[in-house]
């Protein structure tokens, strides 16, 4: 309990670190709650990830969050992985514990799943999902949706072949926990021909319409469902042109910092153990992003 006590570093390693809000948001909550601990950024090269590692050890950092481009080439370095991001293939948070072991953990889909939730109380239970893109996002999102039992999903990729490799891993995931099997893949130009009709919640998790390119959207949405739920993992801009259209659509918009905040949120109660004051994080992310918009 004594050494516990002196773990009170947290932090970001990622090459580059320096336009992340993580530390912000995480040491504002910090400071909320009058927690003794610090969150840093630590900018890692690739080649230094395994003795970063080892550093993480001896300075007693009590957990990171793990982003671009290590999340995956740091998974050999950990001594447990969560199941899910395990089938991911990606971590994007690390507790390491008193004896010094780290355990991976992915918060993205599941702050995702809890973002859409919380924000727009949404049933995921009853939902026909279609996502736009098939990279890492995109399949951290899918394994939680199946895990809270969406009826079905269908990856549409600008590359077919990347949409028909993820979701041979999805359906092999579904299978081990029993989950719905109605997973499908598709090219963005098939989805653009056949439109929205049979989704409830369509999900863009490619980089199209980030800033600068605030104006570019990934598809056209068309014959869609009225009540759809259209979501962006695009924070900046806030509201995307994607999210724009589907509301001049009458769709109900999901915008991405949601996601941001719950997977920064769901690490904090990894590293603390003390829930996380979501509310007060979600104001900072935003007067930030606000604050970079005008
Ligand atoms: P991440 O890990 O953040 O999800 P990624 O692995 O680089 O990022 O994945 C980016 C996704 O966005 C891919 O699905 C990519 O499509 P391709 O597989 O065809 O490359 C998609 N994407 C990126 N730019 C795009 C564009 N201009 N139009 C359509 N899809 C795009």
């Not at 989950?179 to 989704?199: M, P, R, V």
């Not at 104006?215 to 009540?227: W, Y």
Request: charged share 20%.
């Amino acid at each position: 309990m004594e050494m516990e006590k002196q773990r009170t570093a947290f932090g970001l390693i990622a090459h580059p670190v320096g336009h992340s809000l993580s530390p912000v948001m995480h040491n504002r909550a910090f400071t909320y709650l009058r927690l003794p601990y610090h969150y840093h950024s630590f900018d890692v090269r690739p080649e230094q990830l395994k003795e970063a590692v080892q550093a993480l050890k001896v300075l007693r950092v009590g957990g990171v969050n793990v982003s671009i481009p290590h999340k995956e080439t740091i998974i050999p370095y950990l001594d447990e992985i969560d199941e899910e991001a395990l089938t991911i293939g990606a971590v994007n948070t690390i507790v390491i514990n008193e004896n010094n072991k780290l355990k991976g953990y992915n918060t993205d889909g599941e702050g995702y799943v809890l973002s859409l939730q919380k924000e727009k109380q949404i049933d995921i239970k009853e939902q026909h999902v279609v996502i736009l893109g098939a990279g890492g996002a995109a399949k951290g999102i899918a394994v939680y949706l199946l895990k809270h039992g969406c009826l079905s999903i269908t990856i549409a990729n600008r590359t077919l072949h990347k949409a028909e490799q993820m979701t041979e891993t999805l359906r092999a995931y579904a299978k081990k926990a029993k989950l719905s099997k109605n997973i499908a893949a598709k090219s963005l130009d098939e989805l653009q021909t056949t439109g929205f009709k049979q989704y409830t919640l369509i999900i863009n998790t490619t980089s199209v319409g980030m800033w600068p390119h605030v104006e570019a959207v990934p598809i056209s949405l068309t014959n869609v469902q009225p009540n759809c739920i259209v979501s962006d993992i695009v924070y900046n801009p806030l509201k995307t042109a994607f999210l724009k259209q589907a509301e001049a659509l009458g769709c109900i918009i999901h915008e991405g910092v949601g996601m941001f905040v719950h997977q920064g949120a769901l690490a904090f109660e990894k590293f603390t153990g003390i829930e996380a004051p979501v509310d007060m994080m979600h104001e900072v992310v935003i007067q930030h992003l606000m604050a970079k918009e005008e």
